[in-house]
């Protein structure tokens, strides 16, 4: 459940998808979620769509909480989560529908949690709150600021599986997601060195967290990408990754 965020004054900004075809349930779960954060001295951005094709064409990987109508046209939200668990395993996914023969199915994709329909305030409460709790610890890390063309974008460092200079642009790959901007990437080195990332390739550095397994000129990443390692970086980067490492234990 590491997404992106901001704190403003040390409030925490949850960002929370709602995908349902019914109006009035999109309504009533942001009306919950908004409730629900003042109670607990947060903020909430609520993004709602009405079909799981329209959540998939729109989905950016920044989201703390996904909440999925099971049975809807087309792409059904079992569906969808089974194409977001491709590149985003962490990401905290509650289901809600009227038929509860369908949750053995939603746990099949990690999801946090199942609401049946209708909802009541109560319910829904005790179930989010507590991925509410969970999320917030990991939102304490840290996260940096980067100028776009957009203006400033708050990322969170741990969202970044990897950084890659293409032409003096700057590219934080984020899943699905990216980030540009012009930059050095000697700079993000400087600016990321106690964060767990490390410099693999001239053109790369790599959060470490992200890193499933080193290959001979390689690293295969947790989302199934993979990015070079140099040959006369690779001594230099074992020893750093072995330190890291020794560190997190």
């Not at 954060?37 to 903020?43: C, D, I, L, T, Y």
Request: net charge negative; with cysteine; proline share 1%.
């Amino acid at each position: 459940m590491r997404q992106q965020y901001r704190q403003n004054g040390g409030m925490i900004l949850y960002k929370v998808a709602i995908c349902d075809d019914e109006q009035q349930v999109r309504i009533q779960l942001k009306e919950y979620m908004e409730r629900l954060v003042e109670e607990e001295g947060s903020k909430v951005s609520v993004h709602a769509f009405e079909s799981g094709e329209d959540f998939m064409e729109h989905y950016d990987g920044a989201y703390d909480i996904i909440f999925l109508d099971i049975k809807m046209n087309d792409l059904d939200g079992v569906e969808a989560a089974r194409r977001i668990r491709t590149f985003n395993k962490e990401v905290c996914i509650i289901f809600i529908s009227s038929m509860v023969q369908y949750a053995l199915d939603c746990f099949k994709v990690r999801a946090f949690g199942f609401l049946k329909k209708p909802l009541t305030y109560e319910e829904f409460r005790m179930e989010v709150k507590e991925a509410l709790s969970n999320i917030s610890d990991d939102k304490n890390g840290k996260e940096i600021a980067v100028k776009t063309g957009r203006g400033t974008k708050w990322v969170q460092t741990h969202r970044i599986r990897y950084v890659e200079v293409q032409n003096h642009e700057i590219i934080l790959h984020m899943g699905i997601a990216e980030v540009r901007f012009y930059g050095k990437l000697k700079e993000m080195e400087d600016q990321l060195k106690d964060c767990g990332f490390l410099r693999c390739h001239s053109s790369f550095l790599v959060n470490c967290i992200h890193i499933q397994e080193v290959r001979p000129l390689s690293l295969l990443l947790d989302n199934g990408e993979e990015i070079p390692v140099s040959k006369h970086r690779k001594k230099e980067f074992m020893e750093e990754l072995t330190r890291y490492a020794g560190s997190r234990l």
